[in-house]
Antibody
Framework: EVQLLESGEGFVRPGGSLRLSCAAS????????MSWVRQSPGRGLEWVST????????YYADSVMGRFTISRDNARNALYLQMNSLRVEDTAVYFC????????????WGQGSLVTVSS | DIQMTQSPSSLSASVGDRVTITCRAS??????VNWYQQTPGRAPKLLIY???RLQSGVPSRFSGSGSGTDFTLTISNLQPEDFATYYC?????????FGGGTKLEIK
C-alpha cells in the first residue's frame, strides 16, 4: 500500500523559512518523480515543484522559483521542500504527491501539511 | 499557462442520479486530462487519467471522455460517498494546472 506521510507543518512570519518532509513507502521510491502541490481557498490547487526519480532534474512554479528548493533522499525514501523568504500568499495546505502531473498524473497524495505565513 | 475552466462550479443531485461535469482547456491539450475527487479534510484522489482511463480501484460508475479542449467526467448511479468536490488537471504543458473545482452536493 502506497503511503505518503508529511511532516514539518507550522506557523512562520513573512520572510521566514520552513522545511516540509514526506516519508514514502509501498513503492519503489527512486523510480518515480515526486511533486509538491498546494491548496488554498484563494488560489485553489496549485502545482509547486517536481523532482525526477534520480533527483537530477527539478522544476518549479514561477511563484516559488528562487525561494523554494525541492530535494529527495532515495536511500531514506524521503522527499523535502525547503521554503525560504515565505510570503503571506504561500499560506496553504501542501501535499506531497507521487507523480509529476505531466505525462503521468498525481497518482497518490499525502494527507497534507498546513503552512501558515502571517505577521 | 493553460487555463482549465470547470462547469458547473456546484451541482445538486440525488442518490442514483447520473451527473456530468465539464472541463474546458484554454488551448488544445490532446487527451492529457486527469480527474480527482476530494472530500472535506482529505487529500485529492485520482479517479481518471489521460481523459478516459480509470484508476485502479475506482468504481466503474466513473467515466471520462474528451480530447482537444473539451472534457467530461460522468458519474452514473450516484452513491452517498460520491458527494465531494471534483477537479480536472491538464498535464499537457508546464506548468500543469487545475480547474477551479465542481462541488457535488446532495439534493
Amino acid at each position: 500500500e502506497v503511503q505518503l506521510l508529511e511532516s514539518g507543518e507550522g506557523f512562520v512570519r513573512p520572510g521566514g523559512s520552513l522545511r516540509l518532509s514526506c516519508a514514502a513507502s509501498g513503492f519503489t521510491f527512486r523510480s518515480y518523480a515526486m511533486s509538491w502541490v498546494r491548496q488554498s481557498p484563494g488560489r485553489g490547487l496549485e502545482w509547486v515543484s517536481t523532482i525526477s526519480g534520480p533527483g537530477e532534474d527539478t522544476y518549479y512554479a514561477d511563484s516559488v522559483m528562487g525561494r523554494f528548493t525541492i530535494s529527495r533522499d532515495n536511500a531514506r525514501n524521503a522527499l523535502y521542500l525547503q521554503m525560504n523568504s515565505l510570503r503571506v500568499e504561500d499560506t496553504a495546505v501542501y501535499f506531497c504527491t507521487k507523480g509529476s502531473g505531466s505525462g503521468w498524473p498525481f497518482e497518490f497524495w499525502g494527507q497534507g501539511s498546513l503552512v501558515t505565513v502571517s505577521s | 499557462d493553460i487555463q482549465m475552466t470547470q462547469s458547473p462550479s456546484s451541482l445538486s443531485a440525488s442518490v442514483g442520479d447520473r451527473v456530468t461535469i465539464t472541463c474546458r482547456a484554454s488551448e488544445t491539450i490532446s487527451s492529457h486530462v486527469n480527474w480527482y475527487q476530494q472530500t472535506p479534510g482529505r487529500a485529492p484522489k485520482l479517479l481518471i487519467y489521460v481523459a478516459s482511463r480509470l484508476q485502479s480501484g475506482v468504481p466503474s460508475r466513473f467515466s471520462g471522455s474528451g480530447s482537444g479542449t473539451d472534457f467530461t467526467l460522468t458519474i452514473s448511479n450516484l452513491q452517498p460517498e460520491d458527494f465531494a468536490t471534483y477537479y480536472c488537471q491538464q498535464g499537457f504543458s508546464s506548468p500543469v494546472t487545475f480547474g477551479g473545482g465542481t462541488k457535488l452536493e446532495i439534493k
